[in-house]
């Protein structure tokens, strides 16, 4: 089974079709299980109002939701010792190492190229290169 946390920029890009929109589902698509903590939701429907959209029901179809029980305090310590990453980044960068403390079983889909580098210090699998800006 391969699994892949999902950041927002990647669906917000899918959703919007942006340049390379296509190439990203059909990579998302060759993983068995995605997930992602609930806060992408919230973070996609904010994208879809500011381009005065109707949010889609099926822009978030098939994640499987990250409902942490417990404070992700050591997480936050961890990504923050790899890497200065903004609040939303760090709480899926953090969500994704609660899944998976053993970051190399888990890719980290994003867009992001800080929370990328963050992700990939930390040993998460990416599923595409991520420029930097």
Do not use: C, K
């Not at 299980?33 to 429907?45: Q, T």
């Not at 005065?52 to 936050?76: M, T, Y």
């Not at 970051?103 to 994003?110: E, K, Q, R, Y």
């Amino acid at each position: 089974m391969s699994v892949a946390y999902v950041d927002t920029s990647v669906l917000t890009a899918i959703a919007f079709d942006e340049p390379d929109a296509v190439a990203y589902a059909r990579r998302l698509d060759e993983f068995t299980r995605l997930i992602s903590s609930n806060l992408l939701e919230a973070e996609l429907r904010v994208a879809f109002a500011r381009e005065n959209l109707l949010f889609r029901e099926s822009a978030v179809a098939g994640i499987d939701w990250i409902l942490p029980d417990r404070p992700l305090a050591p997480e936050f310590a961890a990504v923050l010792e790899t890497g200065y990453l903004r609040g939303a980044d760090l709480w899926h960068v953090a969500a994704a190492l609660y899944v998976s403390p053993e970051s190399g079983s888990l890719a980290f889909a994003t867009l992001d190229a800080r929370q990328s580098a963050v992700a990939d210090t930390l040993g998460f699998p990416l599923p595409w290169a991520v420029n930097s800006p």
